[in-house]
């Protein structure tokens, strides 16, 4: 006979929820999903991997996927009902936005602050009334999010991740560079300090990730230069 599901806190599984970016209800098939995502971007032997974070997210996989689900009847009694979800964007959770949701039934505006963590709750008052309500950071122009950091994918000549080199890349804070290790193994990853979520209450400065995707039709880093010149100076510029 097998062993009956654990029964574990609230908070331990809130915080493994948080941790693996889920939310209360999340079934087996996202939890697979995240743990994947989460423990890959953690692994010690990736760029930017860390060995503490990868065994907490091992940590919580493992918990959630022990824990027996309370009866319906138990979670009506001991549960306040499941809040609103404020659904933001990766730009909207680093900048800050006036985002619409849904709450008892009417739309309200809510000005969310910038570094927002899904898993997070914003207490709103309306007509008297408080709500709370949970952020969930859904993906979106080409960037996702994980806990702090944020990750990005870019298209990188195969040549350039066997020799070596300088790279340029468009990120949402404008073009930044780094130095490729020759022969790297696709896929890729660099870590870029200080462009993940801002620091907010005791959550600290995220990075950001970036993978590179060999792509044959990339331009190559001489390539890349011709392009930005030939976008700043035009013939009548040149004429001048």
């Known amino acids: 006979m097998s062993a009956s599901p654990a029964r574990i806190d609230l908070a ?7 941790l693996l970016g889920l ?44 824990a027996e689900p309370a009866p319906i009847a138990a979670l009506e009694r001991t549960l306040p009902e499941a809040p609103p979800i404020l659904v933001l964007t990766p730009l909207q959770a680093l900048w800050g936005a006036t985002v619409q949701t849904r709450v008892c039934g009417r739309r ?13 709750r914003l207490r709103l008052r309306d007509s008297g009334a408080d709500h709370l ?7 979106a122009d080409g960037l996702s999010v994980l806990g ?11 040549r350039m991740l066997e020799d070596g080199g300088r790279i340029e890349m468009e990120t949402y804070a404008g073009p930044r560079s780094a130095w490729v290790t020759p022969g ?3 896929p890729a990853r660099l870590c ?10 005791g959550r600290p400065l995220g990075r950001l990730f970036v993978t590179l995707t060999p792509a044959s039709d990339a331009p190559s880093p001489a390539e890349d230069r011709l392009l930005r010149f030939t976008k700043v100076w035009t013939p009548e510029r040149l004429a001048a």
Not at 133 to 139: A, Q, T, Y
Not at 193 to 200: I, K, V
């Open 23 to 66: 939310l209360e209800g999340a079934d087996s098939q996202a939890l697979k999903g995240a743990f994947r995502q989460a423990v890959k971007a953690a692994r010690p032997d990736q760029a930017g991997g860390d060995a503490e974070r990868f065994r907490q997210v091992i940590e919580a996989y493992r918990l959630l996927q022990r």
């Open 148 to 158: 702090d950091d944020l990750f990005m994918s870019w298209p990188t000549p195969p």
């Open 108 to 120: 309200l505006a809510v000005q969310a602050p910038a570094g927002l963590r899904t898993g997070e």
């Open 192 to 201: 870029l300090p200080g462009l993940g979520l801002p620091a907010r209450g």
């Open 184 to 186: 790297l193994s696709a």
């Open 133 to 139: 309500v949970s952020v969930l950071i859904r993906p």
């Open 12 to 18: 331990q599984r809130r915080a493994a929820l948080a």
